[in-house]
């Protein structure tokens, strides 16, 4: 069975740090896209920070310089280290798994912890 099992959100500071983690089970997590996502109550969902199997990221606008996208293959684990963190980033994080194959796109998400950014 695929699985995404999150971790690592909470309760935190403005200009505090915190640190998802994600844990991938049930396909060849090495050759997907990690993607992280967030959605705010009353807003749309948000790419946020995205790492590609070859190492390459990409990062909303937003969050760029503040947060970082890793990967570990050996541990079937993506994190999202966030740092100076905002009001702004409070939502619940998703993360997300993705290969194109061919024509095929082959998707799995999370059920992405609460981050709540507040004094």
């Known amino acids: 069975q695929v699985q995404l099992v999150e971790s690592g959100g909470g309760l935190v500071q403005p200009g505090g740090s915190l640190r998802l983690s994600c844990v991938a089970s049930?396909?060849?997590?090495?050759?997907?896209?990690m993607t992280w996502y967030r959605q705010a109550p009353g807003k749309e969902r948000e790419l946020v920070a995205q790492?590609?199997?070859?190492?390459?990221?990409n990062y909303a606008d937003s969050v760029k310089g503040r947060f970082t996208i890793s990967r570990d293959n050996a541990k079937n684990t993506v994190y999202l280290q966030m740092n100076s963190l905002k009001s702004d980033d409070t939502a619940v994080y998703y993360c997300?798994?993705?290969?194109?194959?061919?024509?095929?796109?082959?998707?799995?998400w999370g059920q992405g912890p609460q981050v709540t950014v507040s004094s």
């Open positions: 997300h798994a993705a290969r194109t194959r061919s024509d095929q796109i082959y998707a799995y």
């Open positions: 790492i590609r199997s070859a190492g390459s990221t």
């Open positions: 049930g396909f060849t997590f090495s050759t997907y896209a």
